[in-house]
């Protein structure tokens, strides 16, 4: 995914921020997945009012972050 000004230049609308059962959906895994990052701080959320929002980049630098699946080799 490109940037929020790529998305723009090319005549798509992209809004900045997801909420916690979008960034959810969008990573495939359950909303308790995403709340236990963010509670164990390796998920950046932002709060505004009452909402909690999770920026692309921070739910991309999470998951980028994260280790890579190692296969034992086969035999």
Do not use: C
Request: aromatic fraction near 6%; hydrophobic fraction near 40%.
């Amino acid at each position: 995914m490109g940037t929020n000004q790529e998305a723009i230049r090319h005549g798509e609308q992209r809004r900045m921020a997801l909420s916690v059962a979008e960034a959810a959906a969008e990573a495939g895994v359950a909303r308790d997945k995403v709340y236990e990052a963010i509670r164990e701080g390796q998920l950046v959320a932002r709060k505004w009012g009452r909402r909690t929002l999770i920026t692309y980049e921070a739910l991309h630098r999470f998951i980028n972050g994260l280790p890579p699946l190692q296969l034992p080799p086969t035999e």
